[in-house]
Antibody
């Protein structure tokens, strides 16, 4: 059974860079797309982007200028960096396998942007 | 504003049937498969329907999906109190080259 676990700081200061890592267990990260999705409190899902294990990416056009994704197949991990964060970036961040349906999800991690 | 349009809420009595609509355009639903996700309170979303009408292993046949043109529908029969959740449709948008979601529909089982 594939499992995903997000990790990273729960508090980020405004204007700084949010960095999260998703560790995949129970299966290989290779030959799949892997996505990041976020959800502000009480609001809907927003797709941030995805990365293939070759390193190819697709990003949400509304976030593209601030997003960078990377993958480390040796560690079965993929990562998200979101730069120049503001309070509007406060949300629960999920990682998921993009099959292309999002069939396995992490439990989510709350990231708060505040000074 | 979400690219896909869903009703904010629906409700029905236990045992009854409910449908949730998802409206899009030719650049998304019209030319791509639709997925549906169930998000129980305080948990991560779970894949409910993929490729318009297929159920992953373990999803009961009370849940069904359909697509016509630029709209998709999730159906739930034999409603149970445990079905109370937020439901999201999702698909790929070929113009945006991005995955898009509906705004979500809150199901209340009265």
């Amino acid at each position: 059974q594939v499992q995903l676990q997000e990790s990273g700081p729960g508090l980020v200061k405004p204007s700084e860079t949010l960095s999260l890592t998703c560790t995949v267990s129970g299966g290989s990260i290779s030959s799949y797309y892997w996505s990041w999705i976020r959800q502000p409190a009480g609001k809907g899902l927003e797709w941030i982007g995805r990365i293939y294990t070759s390193g190819s990416t697709n990003y949400n056009p509304s976030l593209k200028s601030r997003v960078t994704m990377s993958v480390d197949t040796s560690k079965n991990q993929f990562s998200l960096k979101l730069s120049s964060v503001t309070a509007a970036d406060t949300a629960v961040y999920y990682c998921a396998r993009d099959e292309p349906d999002l069939d396995y999800w992490g439990q989510g991690t709350l990231v708060t942007v505040s000074s | 504003q979400s690219v896909l349009t869903q009703p904010p809420s629906v409700s029905a009595a236990p045992g009854q049937k409910v449908t949730i609509s998802c409206s899009g355009s030719s650049s998304n639903i019209g030319n791509n498969y639709v997925s549906w996700y169930q998000q129980l309170p305080g948990t991560a979303p779970k894949l409910l329907i993929y490729e318009n009408n297929k159920r992953p292993s373990g999803i009961p046949d009370r849940f069904s999906g359909s697509k016509s043109g630029t709209s998709a529908t999730l159906g739930i029969t034999g409603l149970q109190t445990g079905d109370e959740a937020d439901y999201y449709c999702g698909t790929w948008d070929s113009s945006l080259s991005a995955k898009v979601f509906g705004g979500g529909t809150k199901l209340t089982v009265l």
